[in-house]
């Protein structure tokens, strides 16, 4: 397994010591932090465009607003994190398809920081980036080679969209992603 192209000044911002030598031993640090307009898929830009359209002018978009009738020609690229707090912690709602194949596993109903792969605790990495996106209050954006992904695919891009309950506490963190074999 080729070893990730370490980013010190982004990632070090993200993950805590441990996280980042997890990171770095899947490779999963050859990920970039990118604009969502440079994203590559469309399919992800019309989620950018759908949570703008829902938060209303507000800074975040309610979770009770989130209807996946809306969002339904995506649904097997999204998954869906339930955050909790005191612990902080997330937990995979739901799943679509395509992740699920990527990865090679359906995750639906984990905890974020049981999480394994290759053998190596990913879920605590995880955990620090869900974080990391819950300060930020806003879409987040990552594209890049991923080696821990399955059946071929090599290439991830993945848009995280943060949800609140109307008040200052982001409950779900709607994501898409999008695999290729490059």
Same mark, same amino acid.
């Given at each position: 397994?080729? #070893?990730?192209? *370490?980013?010190? &000044?982004?990632?070090?911002?993200?993950?805590?010591?441990?996280?980042?030598?997890?990171?770095?031993?899947?490779?999963?640090?050859?990920? $970039?932090?990118?604009? /969502?307009?440079?994203?590559?898929?469309?399919?992800?830009?019309?989620?950018?465009?759908?949570?703008?359209?829902?938060?209303?002018?507000?800074?975040?978009?309610?979770?009770?607003?989130? @209807?996946?009738? +809306?969002?339904?020609? +995506?649904?097997?690229?999204?998954?869906?994190? $339930?955050?909790? *707090?005191?612990?902080?912690?997330? !937990?995979?709602?739901?799943?679509?398809?395509?992740? !699920?194949?990527?990865?090679?596993?359906?995750? &639906?109903?984990?905890?974020?920081?049981?999480?394994? &792969?290759? /053998?190596? $605790?990913? /879920?605590? #990495?995880? +955990?620090?980036?869900?974080?990391?996106?819950?300060?930020?209050? $806003?879409? #987040?954006?990552?594209?890049?080679? @991923?080696? !821990?992904?399955?059946?071929?695919?090599?290439? +991830?891009?993945?848009? *995280?969209?943060?949800?609140?309950?109307?008040?200052?506490?982001?409950?779900?963190?709607?994501?898409?992603?999008?695999?290729?074999?490059?």
């Amino acid at each position: 397994r080729a #070893m990730g192209i *370490y980013q010190s &000044s982004f990632w070090d911002s993200i993950y805590k010591p441990e996280s980042r030598e997890i990171a770095r031993v899947l490779g999963v640090d050859q990920m $970039q932090l990118v604009e /969502g307009e440079a994203l590559k898929s469309a399919d992800l830009k019309d989620m950018l465009v759908y949570w703008n359209k829902v938060r209303d002018g507000m800074p975040l978009p309610v979770a009770s607003s989130l @209807n996946p009738a +809306h969002i339904s020609r +995506h649904l097997s690229e999204v998954f869906l994190l $339930q955050v909790e *707090y005191d612990p902080l912690k997330f !937990t995979f709602r739901l799943i679509g398809e395509d992740p !699920t194949t990527a990865f090679g596993v359906n995750a &639906s109903g984990l905890e974020v920081e049981s999480i394994m &792969s290759e /053998g190596v $605790q990913a /879920g605590k #990495m995880m +955990h620090d980036l869900y974080a990391w996106i819950v300060e930020q209050r $806003q879409p #987040m954006s990552f594209s890049g080679p @991923n080696p !821990t992904l399955k059946e071929g695919y090599n290439f +991830h891009e993945v848009v *995280y969209l943060p949800f609140s309950e109307g008040g200052a506490n982001i409950v779900r963190i709607l994501g898409a992603g999008v695999y290729d074999r490059v």
